[in-house]
T-cell receptor
């Protein structure tokens, strides 16, 4: 099946610094990538939808200036947490999918996630 | 708005036991419904799906039926194995302008003992 990777798998940073997380589709071209956040023992919360070559669409309540998303190519999307604070500590998960010419829903393929800890 | 509610876990079973994980949803229109599984250290994987009422999704011995009248999509397996130990997520996709956007339940941890 399709493989999505994330890098790094975990990161620890100091408060006030910025952290970049990469999401790559390894064996397919992803027209759409999604970024989720997961708190301990809680559900995945969709943060934003990213389409290649266009600006990301953020969900209500997600700060665009804090969580910068770039989808520069069909195989790479990045999430940058700017001026990170301890409350940004979480598990960040990306997924990738391919749009169908028929407009039919296509399966999302998920990355393994990135654990961010802000001290 | 859309929401998905799963039975609280963790669920602990012995090998070959019957498994049910309840899932109910709230949504407008006619969403598609999914079960995802997350094995330790791995990303979520699609387990099965159903796109319309009365559809039954099935895969690897797991089944779930889209029940519009009860807004439910319960996951079942007749005989679980140790290798089924994982976290299971129920999800819906409302479609339309929200095409591709998934709303997840909180996840249910399943542990199967030999």
């Amino acid at each position: 099946g399709a493989v999505v990777s994330q890098h790094p798998s975990w990161v620890i940073c100091k408060s006030g610094t910025s952290v970049k997380i990469e999401c790559r589709s390894l064996d397919f071209q992803a027209t759409t990538m999604f970024w989720y956040r997961q708190f301990p023992k809680q559900s995945l919360m969709l943060m934003a939808t990213s389409n290649e070559g266009s600006k990301a669409t953020y969900e209500q309540g997600v700060e665009k200036d804090k969580f910068l998303i770039n989808h520069a190519s069909l195989t790479l999307s990045t999430l940058t947490v700017t001026s990170a604070h301890p409350e940004d500590s979480s598990f960040y998960i990306c997924s990738a999918s391919v749009s169908s010419l028929r407009g039919v829903y296509n399966e999302q393929f998920f990355g393994p996630g990135t654990r961010l800890t802000v001290l | 708005g859309n929401s998905v509610t799963q039975m609280e876990g963790p669920v602990t079973l012995s090998e070959e036991a019957f498994l049910t994980i309840n899932c109910t949803y709230t949504a407008t229109g006619y969403p598609s419904l999914f079960w995802y599984v997350q094995y330790p250290g791995e990303g979520l994987q699609l387990l099965l799906k159903a796109t319309k009422a009365d559809d039954k999704g099935s895969n690897k011995g797991f089944e779930a039926t889209y029940r519009k009248e009860t807004t439910s999509f319960h996951l079942e397996k007749g005989s679980v194995q140790v290798s089924d130990s994982a976290v299971y997520f129920c999800a819906l996709n409302r479609g339309g302008t929200s095409y591709g956007k998934l709303t997840f339940g909180q996840g249910t941890i399943l542990t199967v003992h030999p």
